[in-house]
C-alpha cells in the first residue's frame, strides 16, 4: 500500500503499524513524534496502530531552540 | 501597590485592552494579580518579557544563567550592543522595569535543576518554557506536574516553532509528547542550531498570548495540541495530541 511520509509517497507493507513504518525508513522513534491525520499517535500505540492506504503521516521531531 | 484595584494611570495604559470583549478591568486585575515565571531568557524570551510586561502582568519571574553574548544579538532583541558580558536576567530585569514601572521581576540568576524547580514553580501561577535543552524542558515537565502549575512550552529550529500548553486542563504532559530526547541532537553546522532571528520572536509572541488567555480565562488555550509553524511555506498546523487521562 501507499502511505505519505511528510508529503511524500512511500510503499509500505499492508497493515503496517507504525513501528513497521520506522523501522523501512530507518528513522530512530526516540525523540520523535507521529501524526496521523490530524492526530499524534502516542508512542505508547505504535506497535498496534495499523496504518491505512493513503494515510497522511507527519513525522516531526523534537527540537530544543529557545 | 494596592494589588486588589486597578489604579487611574493603570486603567489609562491599558485602556485598549480593557475595552476588548469579554476582557474588562476583571482581566486585567487578573494580569495584575498574576506570577509567572519565565525559564530562559533568549530568543523566545525576548518578545515573552516585552508583551507580558507591557500587558501588565503583575510579578515576571525571569531564569538564566547566561551573560549577553555577541552571537545572541541577531535574535535576542532585548539585548543591545551594550548589554554584552552583562547578566542576561540584570539587563531584562533593568528594561522591564523602565518600560512598565507597575511590575515586579524576579531575578534568578542560575540554572534551573531538578532540586530548585520544585519549590521555585510554587511561588508562580504559570511557567512558561523559552528554554534552549532537552535537559530543562523534561524537568519543567515533572516539577511541573508535582506542582501542579501549567506551563507553556515552545521550541524553535531554523526555519520553523512548535507551541504547545502542557499540564493544564487535558493533563497532556511533554513526555506524552516526546518520552525521550533524541540521541542525536540536531545542528545546522555539526555544532549549534541555525535559526532565523525572527522565528523564537514570532513563536515567542504565541506563548506570551496563551499565557495571558490561560491567566485571564479568555478563549480557548491550544491544550492537548500542537501547533507547527513553519516559515518557509507560511504554513501551520494544530495536531491533537492526548493525554494519559485524555
Not at chain 1, 4 to 26: F, G, H, P, R
Not at chain 2, 14 to 40: C, M, N, S, T, W
Not at chain 2, 75 to 99: N, T, W
Not at chain 2, 142 to 170: D, I, L, M, R, T
Request: hydrophobic content about 40%.
Amino acid at each position: 500500500m501507499k502511505v505519505y511520509v511528510n508529503d511524500e509517497s512511500i510503499n509500505l507493507a499492508d497493515a503496517s503499524n507504525i513501528t513497521q513504518l520506522l523501522k523501512q525508513l530507518e528513522t530512530a522513534p526516540k525523540g520523535l513524534a507521529v501524526a496521523v491525520g490530524p492526530n499524534i499517535v502516542p508512542s505508547s500505540l505504535w506497535d498496534e496502530y495499523k496504518l491505512k492506504e493513503d494515510d497522511q503521516v507527519l513525522l516531526i521531531r523534537a527540537t530544543q531552540g529557545g | 501597590m494596592d494589588i486588589k484595584k486597578l489604579s487611574d494611570s493603570e486603567l489609562e495604559r491599558y485602556h485598549r485592552q480593557i475595552i476588548l470583549p469579554d476582557f474588562g478591568e476583571a482581566a486585567q486585575l487578573k494580569l495584575k494579580q498574576a506570577r509567572v515565571l519565565i525559564i530562559g531568557a533568549g530568543g523566545l524570551a525576548s518578545p515573552i518579557l516585552k508583551y507580558l510586561c507591557s500587558t501588565g502582568i503583575g510579578c515576571i519571574g525571569l531564569m538564566d544563567g547566561d551573560r549577553v553574548e555577541e552571537s545572541n544579538l541577531q535574535r535576542q532583541i532585548m539585548y543591545d550592543q551594550s548589554d554584552k558580558g552583562k547578566f542576561k536576567v540584570e539587563v531584562s530585569a533593568q528594561k522591564l522595569k523602565e518600560q512598565n514601572p507597575n511590575i515586579k521581576v524576579d531575578q534568578f540568576n542560575f540554572r534551573l535543576t531538578g532540586e530548585n524547580a520544585q519549590e521555585l514553580f510554587q511561588e508562580y501561577d504559570l511557567i512558561i518554557d523559552a528554554c534552549d535543552n532537552f535537559e530543562t524542558r523534561y524537568i519543567i515537565c515533572k516539577a511541573a506536574q508535582k506542582a501542579n502549575k501549567p506551563w507553556v512550552y515552545a521550541s524553535v529550529f531554523e526555519y520553523g516553532g512548535q507551541v504547545s500548553v502542557f499540564n493544564y486542563k487535558s493533563q497532556t504532559q511533554y513526555s506524552d509528547l516526546y518520552p525521550e530526547a533524541p540521541e542525536q541532537i540536531p545542528l545546522s553546522d555539526g555544532k549549534t542550531i541555525g535559526v532565523l532571528p525572527p522565528v523564537p520572536g514570532l513563536i515567542g509572541m504565541l506563548q506570551a498570548t496563551e499565557a495571558i488567555k490561560i491567566i485571564t480565562g479568555i478563549g480557548k488555550i491550544l491544550d492537548g495540541e500542537l501547533l507547527l509553524y513553519k516559515a518557509l511555506d507560511l504554513s501551520s498546523r494544530k495536531f491533537k495530541l492526548k493525554g494519559e487521562k485524555g
